[in-house]
């Protein structure tokens, strides 16, 4: 049985504080742990992050330098890796008030030899310098949280996840920690959700038997086993609640205090603007809101919601999400105005996956597509994901929108993208459970049977050019054959299947340079075999009469007659026509064939 992480946490604890309580301090100064040390959050692998603290003015002269240098010895034999500085209070304080973000791990500050009052008067010194600079350099502070975020990705949604610096990670949770140590919001208690990412984090530095903070699906079987899951989908699943509800509490906690530190100027005071985006839905002062008396019985009003904030970029208000909640379900087959909302809302290549996200946060997605319950949070069983199933279909979906001009139905396009995998972790054959998922979709949108066939067959088939790619002749006859047969030789289909095929690739970073060359010429090849005949000439015999070159033959019907004619070049045909405007007749039909020494024509007349 594998030790407990909190033993495992305690035992590294112990031994480290063992390892300082030999350190011989110089005289009137103090020691003060930070990091994971000061949170008691150690594991056998940590860094061990210490602060020698100075009393304020005392200049360290050449024995007591000395002594410092040789203060860490002790630690440096264990063999743990040491973080230490050397500062008085003020030098920590203008730490803060020059770089708030590297002054972030002085929050934490503990006491833990020496002299107390001097750590006292230094944390007290910190947070006074914090709550200062926080108002100061709080834009730089979300920045570089934003920079870590598009580094790391959401902890939610990666299939590889970053329990440190991801977003809805350690560090978000220290970071509301310390909005709430500037005033500026409260931080709830997220002790459950921060000790799961803490265990798994500490189970993972044991099997890892190093730091690492990326949790891969390798270490994650065993990681699961050790605290209590059936697999490592289950744990999976619990650190993304974990996650979510930090990340919605810093985002909650940033919201407050943005509202807190905006300048309050007369300008400021006046009533916000409200512009109308579409029926009963407003931008009220940056957010997408309710008008003052929206139609509530309404249940399509979700959809126009969703739509104009994915259509604007612009958030939903938080006060509007409980008035949502409360609007009837939706029909089963949904008005034209409702579908043509829902397909708006997938169109955008920005902001459709964080919208829909918000949705099914909130509860209000699955009743508009009741097959997500099924794949949210799922982590896939290929290696080449990154993210989890629903944020894939999302990634696709919006790497469809941002190739829309690609396509010449890109309503169709969105649908199969976002319903293309949604038949995983079912246990049967995904392509097929999709495309009778995409199909009820369809019904309910009121598609007509050309549309429907054609986001089935997408979806249904959506996996079919990789593998000829990988396992076919690209240019032989029978992989071009294989793929019409499965479109059905429609010509939309493999248009629409050539993006979506990018789209997948792109969301998992599979999009290679034989991948890309193997589509184009799939689907070159199989349009020019829907679309393109070789053009031929029109099989005009000579006139049956030797030496004479013109030849009128009777129609099958009275009053009608073929003229055939033959000449040298194509301007002697005006003595035909000549002789036809004299004869009153009129041309029915005329064909022309040009050859380098003669030329030949056939009139249908009557």
């Not at 910190?126 to 350099?137: E, F, G, K, Q």
């Not at 990412?197 to 903070?213: G, I, K, S, V």
């Not at 996650?243 to 919605?248: E, L, M, N």
Request: aromatic share 4%; with cysteine.
């Amino acid at each position: 049985m594998p030790q407990p992480a909190a033993d495992i946490r305690r035992t590294a604890f112990r031994r480290a504080t063992e390892l300082v309580a030999a350190l011989h301090l110089p005289p009137g100064t103090a020691l003060a742990a930070t990091g994971s040390y000061a949170r008691r959050e150690l594991t056998a692998y940590s860094d061990l992050d210490l602060l020698l603290i100075c009393p304020p003015g005392q200049a360290l002269d050449s024995a007591v330098k000395h002594q410092v240098a040789n203060l860490w010895y002790p630690i440096w034999d264990a063999k743990i890796r040491l973080d230490y500085a050397v500062r008085t209070p003020e030098e920590c304080a203008n730490i803060i008030a020059e770089n708030a973000v590297a002054g972030l791990s002085l929050l934490d500050l503990t006491h833990v030899a020496g002299d107390p009052s001097l750590t006292e008067q230094t944390r007290k010194l910190v947070l006074r310098t914090w709550r200062i600079a926080l108002s100061r350099n709080f834009d730089n502070i979300i920045d570089i949280a934003i920079a870590r975020w598009r580094r790391s990705g959401p902890v939610v949604s990666m299939t590889h996840p970053d329990l440190k610096h991801g977003r809805g990670g350690l560090r978000d949770h220290e970071l509301l920690t310390a909005l709430a140590f500037g005033n500026l919001c409260d931080a709830p208690d997220l002790t459950d959700q921060r000790t799961l990412l803490l265990d798994t984090r500490t189970m993972l530095h044991q099997h890892a038997r190093r730091p690492r903070d990326v949790l891969d699906p390798e270490f994650a079987a065993d990681i699961a086993i050790d605290l209590g899951f059936r697999d490592r989908y289950a744990l999976s699943r619990a650190i993304a609640e974990a996650a979510r509800a930090i990340d919605d509490a810093l985002t909650s906690g940033l919201t407050t205090a943005r509202n807190l530190l905006r300048p309050t100027t007369p300008t400021s005071r006046k009533p916000e603007r409200r512009r109308p985006l579409d029926i009963d839905v407003v931008d009220a002062g940056g957010s997408v809101s309710l008008s003052r008396n929206p139609n509530l019985t309404d249940p399509a009003l979700l959809l126009r919601v969703a739509a104009a904030s994915a259509r604007t970029g612009l958030p939903i208000h938080p006060a509007t999400w409980s008035r949502l909640a409360a609007l009837p379900t939706m029909p089963d087959r949904w008005p034209t105005a409702a579908a043509s909302d829902f397909l708006a809302l997938l169109s955008s290549p920005h902001h459709t996956a964080r919208v829909i996200t918000e949705l099914d946060n909130h509860g209000l997605w699955s009743p508009l597509v009741p097959a997500w319950d099924n794949i949210r949070g799922l982590i896939p069983r290929e290696p080449i994901h990154t993210q989890t199933i629903d944020q894939h279909c999302l990634q696709v979906t919006q790497n469809c929108a941002a190739h829309h001009v690609a396509a010449a139905r890109p309503d169709l396009l969105y649908l199969a993208a976002l319903f293309h995998d949604i038949g995983k972790g079912q246990g049967v054959p995904h392509a097929e459970l999709g495309a009778t998922r995409v199909a009820a979709m369809a019904a309910t949108l009121r598609l007509n049977h050309h549309d429907a066939s054609v986001v089935t067959t997408l979806v249904r088939h959506h996996t079919l050019i990789p593998n000829l790619v990988a396992h076919r002749d690209v240019e032989s006859d029978d992989a071009v054959t294989e793929l019409l047969d499965a479109v059905g030789y429609d010509l939309l289909t493999v248009e629409l299947m050539r993006v979506l095929v990018q789209a997948d690739a792109l969301a998992t970073g599979t999009w290679t340079p034989t991948l890309r060359a193997g589509t184009a010429i799939l689907c070159d090849r199989a349009r020019a075999r829907l679309t393109g005949s070789q053009p031929r000439p029109p099989r005009l015999d000579f006139p049956s009469r030797a030496g004479l070159p013109l030849d009128l033959i009777p129609g099958p019907e009275a009053n009608n007659a073929t003229v055939r004619w033959v000449g040298h070049y194509l301007r002697e045909s005006i003595r035909v026509l000549a002789l036809i405007a004299a004869k009153g007749w009129n041309i029915n039909s005329a064909e022309f064939v040009v050859e380098p020494d003669h030329t030949r024509a056939r009139f249908t007349v009557y």
